[in-house]
């Protein structure tokens, strides 16, 4: 492709090659300086293109949600994660399908979760590693409780070909400003302490400890026992991560074209990326900013309010007026919903379109 | 398919046929009681053959924003309105490929919107029809005076193959309780006077007066002057409409159907529907009810909160307590959002999976 940014229809999703480039090198950099294992989530970008760029820099395997997640990266990794618990038959048999040379892992929270993947591993024949997930404060999924925990452990253990792999937790409540983190993560340091040493009086040594997220990605190496870390947002960065500092403005890799479509309504300016494109996540971890996504070049110009092809730029601000026609570039609030609305994604050398990639795993993938 | 509900994988959008066809008939018997004409905003299904299910029942055209959806209704509608700006070369000119027995009309509120689409129309040589969009409390897009919108009917009647053919406006303002709506739509309707006087009196009449929406579907007819309306939603109804009141819950036909995957964390369950297939919409036009949607069994039994493929559903006032593996059907917050977010979508009829159907327009369907 030889065209330019201005060429492109919009809205559309464009990502700074050189960017990208960069924030894989720094986590792969890190991963190495700190001996950890880098599995990163691939839910950012389900893209195994990206996710072969990751492995080329050292990432021992990949981070999946979904079945469909996990066959597409099974086309160029041997070793999945699916950080998910396998509920029900269709999606345990889904994921024991997956080619019989890909290592995979599951985790889990729930003694109905090994049952129904332990059944599918039987029938598939394989061995299917788990990771028996703790709730170490994000109160989602995983265990409240050790005693639980280890009670799951002994249940995989009692089920072959399952293989208790390991332990797995989630810091999502761990988001606030990176500087501001450390009594959270005390908190989790303990936590994982008594957890390992629990496991291990247990006679059940977690041979990984799995954790990890883009907002505590550079403080994974100060938790006790962490062995490997799962951060996805990484790639591209957006507005909430740059927000609490866990990466620099300048390492937004990824944008949103759109074109301004009217500017009848005085003191704002409409563009034709609404919910359907930019998707509508809140900031988070941050009180000092408000909007839907902000523009790469005037990041104190946010999208104040969106309807589904709508997205209505704000400028009581501002001093600048853009004309109907002009386009902009936003930085949404979270990138893996707008990676998610979208089919495909165009990569930039400065102005120049170099090349263009499909959401592969944006599905489900589901066979009706 | 001979499958029934409980074998399906999830999460997955499924829709109630009979309650389709009953919201369907309801709004086509609505149009011909008062003699309107009903066009359709085909951005809540995206789908060809729910337009063609629309169209057979009377419906004189459909509504689209995108010019990909554009092209997809054109293959089963030959009146095709894109209620959205046709700003940019790109835009513009795709519009004006479309077949050429599609009659095309588009709205917009800008002279540059006008130079764009009458380039294209003249490079396809074709006529396209405009409707002059007017801001009527919305404040989204459209012109806010009389004046500057009689000015763009002018430069529209001096760019043939361009046809001014009516004035159009969105009552998004509009999303009160559908009994408390009086008071604004009042105001609706003596704007509604003073535009199409002022048109008239110009020698601008307006052949065509667009406008409506779900949220005031039921009350189109007593809008002074209008003559076709564009509602997209009450396809499928939605939380929101039932709150409103603009639908009863029973018309409610599209749910998300999810599987409990975590009960560990007391005082909740978590779904495997979350924002990547729920969408993360506020409730509009009632401070009545919160969460991002309601099931459809249990309307007290909200999902409180969701990560990308989780969603919580809050148990905190309910003694009902699901296990891990039990399905639930979700009906969301705007089923707008959800429809764009997947796929593909399952039709039921009772519990049996009777057919499915792509979610055809949902990307972009650019050429990179």
Redesign the interface.
Same mark, same amino acid.
Do not use: F, W
């Given at each position: 492709?030889s065209h330019t940014i201005a060429?492109?229809?919009?809205?559309?999703p464009v990502v700074d090659l050189d960017r990208l480039a960069r924030n894989l090198d720094r986590a792969a950099a890190y991963a190495t300086t700190h001996g950890l294992a880098l599995r990163p989530h691939i #839910?950012t970008h389900k893209s195994p293109r990206i996710a072969a760029e990751q492995l080329k820099r050292g990432a021992v395997g990949v981070t999946c949600?979904?079945?469909f997640e996990a066959e597409l990266m099974s086309e160029v990794c041997s070793d999945v994660l699916v950080a998910?618990?396998p509920?029900?038959s269709?999606?345990a048999s889904?994921l024991a399908a997956l080619p019989s040379a890909t290592k995979l892992t599951v985790a889990l929270?729930?003694l109905? @979760?090994i049952d129904?993947i332990a059944a599918a591993a039987r029938t598939a024949d394989r061995p299917i590693g788990v990771y028996v997930?703790l709730?170490l404060g994000m109160?989602?999924?995983?265990?409240?409780t050790l005693d639980?925990a280890i009670a799951l452990a002994r249940a995989v253990r009692e089920r072959p070909p399952l293989e208790f792999a390991g332990i797995a937790f989630y810091p999502?409540h761990v988001r606030e400003s990176v500087d501001q983190q450390q009594t959270k993560l005390d908190a989790l340091d303990t936590s994982l302490r008594a957890a390992i040493d629990a496991f291990d009086a247990a006679g059940l040594h977690p041979a990984v400890v799995s954790g990890g997220s883009t907002p505590t990605l550079w403080h994974t190496h100060e938790l006790s026992g962490v062995t490997e870390f799962r951060p996805g947002t990484y790639v591209y960065n957006d507005r909430t991560t740059a927000a609490i500092g866990a990466c620099a403005w300048e390492d937004c890799a990824f944008t949103v074209l759109a074109?301004?479509?009217?500017?009848?309504?005085?003191g704002?300016a409409?563009v034709?990326a609404g919910? #359907?494109a930019l998707?509508?996540?809140?900031m988070r971890g941050t009180d000092s900013a408000d909007g839907f996504g902000s523009l790469l070049d005037r990041p104190d110009v946010v999208v104040k309010s969106m309807?589904?092809?709508?997205g209505?730029l704000d400028l009581s601000s501002t001093s600048w007026r853009p @004309?109907?026609?002009d386009k902009v570039r936003i930085v949404p609030n979270h990138v893996?919903?707008v990676v998610?609305?979208?089919?495909?994604i @165009?990569g930039l050398r400065g102005d120049v379109?170099e090349t263009?990639w499909p959401v592969a795993a944006?599905?489900?993938g589901?066979d009706?």
């Open positions: 492709m060429e492109l229809e919009t809205p559309i #839910k949600a979904t079945p998910y618990p509920v029900g269709a999606r889904r929270d729930s109905r @979760a129904d997930e709730d109160h989602r999924v995983g265990t409240p639980e999502g074109t301004v479509v009217s500017t009848a309504v005085p704002q409409v034709d919910t #359907k998707g509508r996540e809140p309807s589904e092809e709508h209505i @004309a109907v026609g893996c919903i998610h609305l979208n089919d495909v @165009a379109v263009s944006r599905g489900r589901y009706l």
